[in-house]
Every structure is written in structure tokens, then in C-alpha cells.
């Protein structure tokens, strides 16, 4: 059997990603559709609107064959961080392809890549900008492209990785349906995922976009997860924490223990808080991940750690997807976790333990010990 | 100018509170009531149902001229050093008498103290005891005398801190008026405290029981401040945290850490959280107490450093009150702080500044930083 890997979030899972699982197996003819996806918390460092195994229960039921969860050590990072996190779980899950959207499908990413080992040290000095504008202004002036768009960035990093790690996984980028992802507003059958979260969050109807199912869930919502909800916890701890154990923080760099603690102080909501950090030197992305790392004490050396021990946790399958599970299963090089036990939960797959542990704040239910993955049988 | 001392948390300032001002003065014949008042939380670790400048209004509304705040390592402890650190306060201030209610004011107090000192430590022995039920097991066989009244466990420890320190101050143990402190239902003029609180979180009235500016505040609360608010706060960190930081956390003894972050694993509900840790060994108050360190992350090193540092933090005064300030405010031994300034909120007051940045979730305004003192005056 031959498989395909997506990389996903489907936060929530909607009609757009049915045709990326489409044109995922016309363009690959693969028996068998791989998908890689984030847990209960989003790349930007976000809770989920609908929780992982919903969002699996979705995916599993609209084409893909075998759901597998990216950590969150590998999730809930930079753009580069996270395509090598899940490229190299797609890698060990023995995929031939990958197929993904990119804003522009017919750059030659490859080349870029090429062109990033010739950047300057210098061109990435200034304590001004982002990282991203730095990055742009030296691709830009190598080969008068510049990746702003996310899933052209994405893209680069697919390849990155591909190349760094000479996996032989086949790439390919493809055009993006209907609306692009800063779209805000629903028309059509296509909507982009956070239009629809914006419009979950206002009791709008969003039945012609999403599949059935998912729409049933997402009317059920009475509040969306979000940093407003979590912004106590955080508030407090940041208030409460010696300021030594707040550096030991993933990405608490540079003295930005001292701003977060201060805007704590004085900010009783989080749209005020985060206003507060923001600098010109960092993305509100990566600000929000520091957020998470923070309220879940995620230090430097527990990522470190867990980097070192990537495991391939199933959410869920079908028939196919078993029978694919049962071809590689010898043959992976990484642990496949099906049901966590008590001594996993405080081992191996801990960081995603304690991250299911804060999402049962927002549902009560309970995300990972002992939970055994969706198995969606064949309807006749 | 001869002042006497009380020693109050004012949860809410009720008619009660009233008649013991009107005893004091009339027993000591002093010019001046002095209030030592809890802050934000209570004796067993609780947010009160009005903040401390709320409080003070009412006292000073009400009698007392000089409201001093009893800070947080000697507020939030069991009745020995709560009672001691209290004692050592008015001392300080320089009340020449200090008049408290007991259950039966009668007792020889002083005579208890003089049993304890002939305690064998094997009758501490026991695990599946409270120090309480150990400790009256003794007194009992010496004395014939149970404290197992919470106001007689208070002036014993008046009593045991006087003559330990060898303070000059008068004590005066009087009867309680009225409803006892366990009684639960409203009746007449007087109600106890816990009553009130219960009748404010049923919104049933409570005008009869205390002053009307009390009422009035009381009638706008629509959530009771209480753990289980605070409960997501408690249960994320205590699942977050490494173990080794818990076991720092003040009075987290003996192996009780694991024992709270596997209740806060299993529990959504601070109700049931707190059923689940309860032993014979510990009582509720006990346990909330840790709570309430372990959500401040109040460690056994910042308690012993805080302790060694007492000072007297002016919650409000009337005139009589400034007056007598100005009388003793050049004999005093301790630091005298009206308003908090931003250095101060992280040397001496910090944990009374922490605990007030908690109790900020419930009411949103600021307790500490700059803050004046209330000011009463005169009307004629």
C-alpha cells in the first residue's frame, strides 16, 4: 500500500480540506491517506475550537484513512519548526508523498532553500523587525520572491526539511480552493478556518462550509476556547512565579520575563496584555506560543527532552488505515501509542498530557489517559 | 491616649462586631480602637467576601478608629501564629489591652498555657489524628478542659503569645453575642459571619445583620469569591508544575503534593478536589490553607524571610485614630506604611501584593500599589 501525508490542523475541519484530500489522492494515486495533525493547541500557540479526537472523528469520516497527532513540542512552533516536526513523523510513517496548498505552487521552493545558505549573518541583526522581515529581505534581493504568504512558507520549510534530511518523500504544492486564509468572511461552499471560527464565535451559520457533523458540533458551542478564558491562569502565574523559573521558559528570551510580568500586573484581559508585550521584534504568533509555554510551564530543557523522543500517538483509523498501520508497524523507527497509560503520561508523551489536562478546562472531557483512538468502521 | 486593641477579619463587618467595639471601650475605658483586620484572605486560607478597603470603611464606620492590616504570612496561618502574629502587632501599636470574644471567657487561659508545657511529645504521635485532637487529648487529662471552640483556641493562643514575649498587654476575654460561629441561619440582629456569607451567596437578605453600607455592598455581589473560582488557577499549576517546585511550597509536608496533584488530575470541581486530598491528618482549614499557598506559590523560604520583617500597613484611620498615629509613630519598632510604593511591592509587602493581584480576578480593582489609606471624618 502507497501513502499519501497531509499536514493539518483542522481547526475546525471544513469542505476545503476535503478537496486538498481529493486532489491529494488524484495526484498521487495513493491507497491510503496519512494525516499528520495538531493536538488540542494550534501552530499560533491557540486552543482548538473542537478538541483532537472531534477534529479526527471529521477528518476520518471525510476521506483520510489514518490520523496521527504532531506533539505539541513539534505543533506549537515556528513555521520551520513545525513542517520538520511533521515531515519527519510523515517520513517515519513511511508516506511516499506529501501534498500540501501553497499560495503559489509553481515557485521553485527548492531553490529558495538553496539560496538560504547564502544569507548573511548580518542580515538578521536588527532588533526592529521579525525574524520573517529579515528573512524576505535577503530571499527577496537572491531571487526576487519573498514568502509572506503562510502556506508559501510552509512550503519552504517542507522543502527545507526534505532536503536537510534527504528524505525521499515526493513534494507537492498545490493551488489553494476558494477563500485565502486571512478571508474573514463565509461565501460559498469554501471558507478559510479562522472565517469560521469567527463566525462560530458569533452564532453565525456556517452548515454550507463545513460537513454535517462538524456543524452539529460547532452549534453546540457556547464559548470558543480562548486566551481570554486562560488569560487568569496565565495573569497569575506569571504574577506568582519567581522570576528565575519564568527564564526557564521555552522562548522566554531576551528579558521578555520582565515585559510579561509587568503587562500581568496591570492588564486584567488578555486583548490588553498581549497589546502590551507586542514589540516590532516579535510576531503576535510568537508571543501567543510563549503565552502557552508559560501557563503550562513548559521549560528549555522539557522541550529539548521531548524533541529527542518523537512518538507516533494514533488518533484514529479506518479499515484501510489499520490495515496500512499493520504494513509499517515493524517497520517504524519511532513508538506507536495507541491507548496512554499512566506511566506514558508522565513519560514519553507528558507535554501533550499536560496540554489535554488545560484543554479539559474549556469541555470537562477528558483528552488522553487511557483513551482509545476514533475507529470508524466501513458503512454499507 | 490609651488604645485598645482587636484582633478581627471583618468577613463581613456585622452587627456583632458592633457590640464587641462597644465592649472594648467600655471594659478598657480607652480613647482609641484599634483593629488588627486580615486582609484579602482569612485565617483558613479563603478570599473574603469584600475586599480589605471595603472592610475598613465599615469598620471605621462603626467605632474603630485605626484599621492596620494583618499581613498574609500571620493572617492565613493556623490559630497559634495567627493569634501570636496579631499580638505581636498591637504590641507593637501599643494598646495597653486587647479584648477578644471565647466561648467561655471564664476559663483560666493562662493556666492552660502552663499545662501545655508539660505535653509529652508522644502524644503527637498519631497520623490519623489532627494536631487539635491530639493536643485536647492532653490538655484534658491535665486540666479537665477541651478547646475545641474556635474563639477558646483563639484566646488560648492570646495568652501563650503574651506570656511567651512577655508583652505588658491586658487581656480580656469576653462573651460572644448572640449566634454562634457554626450557627447557619439568620435570626434577630446578630448572625455570625459564615451565616451572613451563606444568606449573600443564597441572595437572601441580610439587612437586619449588618450596617447598611455593608448591606448595600453585600446586595451587588453576584458571585461569592471563592475557591471555586479560584479552583482552575490551583488545578493547573499543581498539574503543570515539576514536583520539586511543590514540595517548596509552605506547609506542603509530607508527600501531600502528590496526593493534591493527583486530585487536581482527576477533579473538575474544586469540591470535589478538596474531598479527595482530606485525611484524618489534616483539617479542611489546613488544606485550604495549602491551597492558598500553592495558587501564590508561597514558598517555606519567603514565609521565614517575610516573618523575620512584619510591618504595620495602615489600612485607614479616623481622626482619634490619625491623632493616636501621630502619638506612637516615632516608638513604633516595625516599618509604619500607609501608601505602597512600587519598590515596596516587591521587598516587604510582596506577598500581601500578591495575594492582592489574586483577589484582583474577583473585583477587578487594584489593592495595594499606591493606594491610600481610607480616611474618616468627622461629620457633625
Redesign the interface.
Known amino acids: 500500500m502507497r501513502a499519501v501525508g497531509l499536514v493539518t490542523e483542522y481547526n475546525p475541519f471544513h469542505n476545503g480540506h476535503i478537496y486538498h484530500i481529493e486532489q491529494a489522492r488524484k495526484i498521487t494515486n495513493a491507497d491510503v491517506v496519512v494525516a499528520v495533525m495538531s493536538g488540542n493547541f494550534t501552530q499560533r500557540g491557540e486552543p482548538t475550537i473542537l478538541d483532537k479526537w472531534q477534529r479526527t472523528q471529521a477528518a476520518l469520516q471525510n476521506g483520510v484513512d489514518l490520523v496521527v497527532e504532531l506533539p505539541i513540542f513539534m505543533a506549537v512552533q515556528p513555521a520551520h519548526r513545525f513542517a520538520a516536526g511533521a515531515l519527519e513523523l510523515l517520513n517515519d510513517l513511511q508516506v511516499s508523498d506529501v501534498v500540501f496548498g501553497a499560495e503559489h505552487p509553481l515557485w521553485d521552493f527548492a531553490n529558495f532553500v538553496e539560496a538560504e545558505k547564502h544569507f548573511s549573518q548580518r542580515g538578521f541583526e536588527k532588533f526592529n523587525a521579525t525574524y520573517a522581515t529579515q528573512f524576505n529581505q535577503q530571499l527577496s534581493s537572491l531571487t526576487g520572491h519573498s514568502l509572506t504568504d503562510p502556506n508559501d512558507i510552509l512550503a519552504f520549510s517542507y522543502y527545507k526539511a526534505k532536503l536537510k534530511n534527504k528524505y525521499s518523500i515526493h513534494l507537492h504544492p498545490i493551488n489553494r480552493l476558494g477563500s485565502q486564509y486571512h478571508d474573514q468572511t463565509i461565501k460559498g461552499t469554501i471558507a478559510s478556518a479562522s472565517a469560521i471560527r469567527e463566525a462560530v464565535s458569533k452564532h453565525e451559520t456556517i452548515d454550507q462550509v463545513v460537513p454535517k457533523q462538524t456543524a452539529d458540533l460547532l452549534e453546540k458551542i457556547k464559548c470558543v476556547p480562548g486566551w481570554e478564558q486562560l488569560y487568569?491562569?496565565l495573569r497569575?502565574?506569571l504574577?506568582?512565579?519567581?522570576l528565575e523559573?519564568l527564564q526557564q521558559i521555552y522562548q522566554m528570551a531576551e528579558g521578555l520575563e520582565h515585559r510579561y510580568r509587568e503587562a500581568a500586573?496591570r492588564e486584567?484581559t488578555f486583548s490588553g496584555f498581549i497589546r502590551r508585550v507586542k514589540t516590532k521584534r516579535y510576531t503576535y504568533s510568537r508571543l501567543l506560543r510563549v503565552c502557552l509555554y508559560t501557563?503550562?510551564?513548559i521549560t528549555n530543557d522539557q522541550v529539548s527532552q521531548a524533541s529527542t523522543h518523537p512518538y507516533l500517538h494514533v488518533l484514529g483509523f479506518n479499515e484501510q488505515g489499520r490495515e496500512y498501520l499493520h504494513q509499517i508497524k515493524k517497520s517504524v523507527q519511532y513508538p506507536l501509542l495507541t491507548k496512554i497509560s499512566q506511566s506514558e503520561h508522565d513519560g514519553l508523551v507528558n507535554l501533550d498530557y499536560?496540554a489535554g489536562?488545560?484543554y479539559?478546562?474549556f469541555t470537562?472531557v477528558e483528552q488522553d489517559v487511557k483513551h482509545a483512538p476514533v475507529i470508524l468502521k466501513k458503512t454499507n
Chains 1, 2 share one sequence.
Do not use: A, S, W, Y
Request: hydrophobic share 40%; aromatic share 4%.
Open positions: 487568569p491562569l497569575n502565574f504574577i506568582q512565579t519567581p523559573h500586573e486584567l501557563v503550562m510551564e499536560r489536562k488545560l479539559q478546562m470537562g
